[in-house]
Structures are given as C-alpha cells and as structure tokens.
C-alpha cells in the first residue's frame, strides 16, 4: 500500500526557508508518476504549490515560483519541499500527494489530473 | 486562470437526507474534475475522478456528475461519517496548467 509522511520543522521564523520532506513508501519515485505538494492555511481552503515528475521536471503555481523549489530523491524515496524568504502568510498544514492517471472514453489520455494518496500533512507556523 | 466556485458554502443535513453540491469552472474543462471529502485534522480524501469515476472503497452512496463547467456531487443518503468538507478540485493534465481548488462545501449537522 502506497503511505506518504511529510516531515520538518513545525516553526520557521520570518524572512527563513521552510523546507519539509515528505518520506513515500509502498511504491519507487523511480516509476513513471507525478507528485504534487499542496498546502492549507488553517481555517482556509486546498492550495496547489507545485508538481514534480519522475524525471525532476518541476511545475510551480505563479505565486509561488519565485519562491518554492521542489526535488526528488529516488534513492531515499524522498521529495522534498523548499520556500524560501517566509512570511506569515505561508503557515499552512503541507500536505505531498501521489497524482493518479485515467483514459478518457474518446481513448485520450493517459489524462494525469488527480490525487489518490496524500500524507497525513504537516503543520508549518511561521513566527518569530 | 479557470476558477472553481462551489454552493453552497455550507449546508445543514440530517442522517438520511440526500445532499447535492455543486461545483463550477469558469471556462469548460470537459470531464476533468475530481472530489475529495475532507475531515477536521485530517488530509483530503478522493471521492471522485473524472467527473464521474468512483475510485475502489468509495460508497455507492457518493456519485458524481456533469461536464464542461457544471458538475454536482451527490450523497444519496447521508451517513453519520459523511459530516465533512467537500471540495471539487480540476486541472488539465499535467503539465504544466496547474491545479485549481473549489473553497469547499461543508456538511454539517442539522
């Protein structure tokens, strides 16, 4: 069975870098799939930050971009989550998720757009 | 940008009832929805796919539905564990158009 755990500091101060680890087993980075890390403000709703490929290959939402950088360690089978200059805006419970891939009727495809196995998430607050 | 707008934003039900929530995208985006069901303290469930698609372990009781930008989530008979927040979730294939979530719909106890 596919579990994934994200992993880091729960206290990042202001103008610092978060960097958080999301640890997967039951399934190798090696394998043709994309992962997602996704965050959510508490109280508040469901963020996309980024995906990253197999190959490395990275994806980031525009406001972010400038800030996030996301990696790949097949030999640990780690992801990794990096943001850096952190306001308070950033605390948020990260989540990292597995995307999943279907065929559409008309045969297109694969179509790889949704998420099937998330981390339990990990609370990040950012104050001094 | 496609948006998601979701309604209500929350509703009251009792055990038994039958909930629709509704979820549109600014712009058609075919079938390429999803659902997930979230509880308090706890990460996002998938519930949907493709619109319309149950994943396994998923109860019969969830169904989904629509195309282009309307889409409905269904609870044909709302249990006692479906007290929760729904959110509808699109995005082209990746990459690189990105992911884009609803505000989310909350059931609660009536």
């Known amino acids: 069975q596919v579990q994934l755990q994200e992993s880091g500091p729960g206290l990042v101060k202001p103008s610092e870098t978060l960097s958080l680890t999301c640890t997967v087993s039951?399934?190798?980075?090696?394998?043709?799939?994309?992962w997602v890390w996704i965050r959510q403000p508490p109280g508040k709703g469901l963020e996309w930050i980024g995906s990253?490929?197999?190959?490395?290959?990275?994806y980031y939402t525009p406001s972010l971009k400038s800030r996030a950088t996301m990696s790949m360690d097949t030999s640990k089978n780690q992801l990794s989550l990096t943001l850096t200059s952190v306001t308070a805006a950033d605390t948020a419970v990260y989540y990292c998720?597995?995307?999943?891939?279907?065929?559409?009727?008309?045969?297109?495809?694969?179509?790889?757009?949704?998420?099937?196995?998330w981390g339990q998430g990990a609370l990040v607050t950012v104050s001094s | 940008d496609i948006q998601m707008t979701q309604s209500p934003s929350s509703v009251s039900a009792s055990v038994g009832d039958r909930v629709t929530i509704t979820c549109r995208a600014s712009?058609?985006?075919?079938?390429?929805l999803a659902w997930y069901q979230q509880k308090p303290g706890k990460a996002p469930k998938l519930l949907i796919f493709?619109?319309?698609n149950l994943p396994s372990g998923v109860p019969s009781r969830f169904s989904g539905s629509g195309s282009g930008t309307d889409f409905t989530l269904t609870i044909s008979s709302l249990e006692p564990e479906d007290f929760a927040t729904y959110y509808c979730?699109?995005?082209?294939?990746?990459?690189?158009?990105?992911?884009?979530f609803g505000p989310g719909t909350r059931v609660d106890f009536k």
């Open positions: 998720a597995r995307v999943a891939c279907y065929y559409e009727s008309n045969g297109f495809g694969p179509v790889c757009n949704y998420f099937d196995y």
């Open positions: 039951g399934y190798s980075l090696r394998n043709d799939y994309y």
């Open positions: 990253i490929y197999h190959s490395g290959s990275a």
């Open positions: 712009q058609g985006i075919n079938t390429r």
């Open positions: 493709a619109a319309s």
């Open positions: 979730q699109r995005s082209n294939s990746f990459p690189p158009e990105g992911v884009t």
